[in-house]
């Protein structure tokens, strides 16, 4: 009996560690209402004003990248230009003395703006897109609760953050 028990113990090892590891998962529109509270962003450039409200969030699977996207607003002088849509895309980062994911290296990823005139589409485009790179390389889009149990382990032992299956899915090692 004593010679079975190693490989009794090898058996038993790979259930053990899956006991011992969970997953928490994120909607995106969990993440887009946490990047919603901090909206509208505003920023004037030159005489152009932006403003981004309504946040919207894609999580791909295929390459593992968050986008955040808004609507919104251009103006010159105050005077209303016409709306876009503006989206930045990015890798996440967890920051664990924060416990916070943060999307890493953010890049414009799309533009629309049908009912722009082309005279200030290029301003429009650069302002809107460095509003939301900057404001997203500052500000969390998830920062973990510090009155939930799991989510303050979480914090200690992050082993991997994945998009799949169109949620953010955080698994936590105990081992």
């Given amino acids: 009996m004593r010679r079975f028990l190693p490989v009794l113990f090898l058996l038993l090892l790979p259930f053990q ?18 990047v919603g509270q901090a909206m509208p962003l505003v920023r004037d450039y030159k005489g ?19 986008a955040v996207g808004a609507v919104g607003t251009a103006l010159v002088s105050g005077m209303p230009l016409g709306s876009f849509t503006a989206a930045v ?11 916070a ?40 889009i998830y ?11 979480l914090k200690a032992t992050l082993e991997e953050v994945v ?3 169109g949620q953010l899915r955080v698994r936590l090692k105990l081992m």
């Fill in 17 to 34: 560690a899956q006991a011992l590891s969970f997953d928490l998962t994120f909607s995106a529109d969990e993440i887009r209402d946490k």
């Fill in 48 to 66: 152009v004003g932006v403003s981004l409200a309504q946040p919207s969030v894609t999580l791909d699977g295929q390459t593992q990248e968050i």
């Fill in 89 to 99: 895309a990015g890798k996440l980062r967890f920051d664990a003395e924060q416990g």
């Fill in 101 to 140: 994911f943060y999307l890493d290296q953010p890049r414009l990823a799309e533009f629309h703006s049908p009912g722009l005139s082309p005279l200030y589409e290029k301003t429009v485009k650069v302002v809107a897109g460095a509003l939301l790179t900057d404001w997203l390389t500052k500000h969390p």
């Fill in 143 to 153: 920062t973990l609760k510090e009155d939930s149990l799991k989510e303050k382990l």
């Fill in 163 to 165: 998009v799949e299956d």
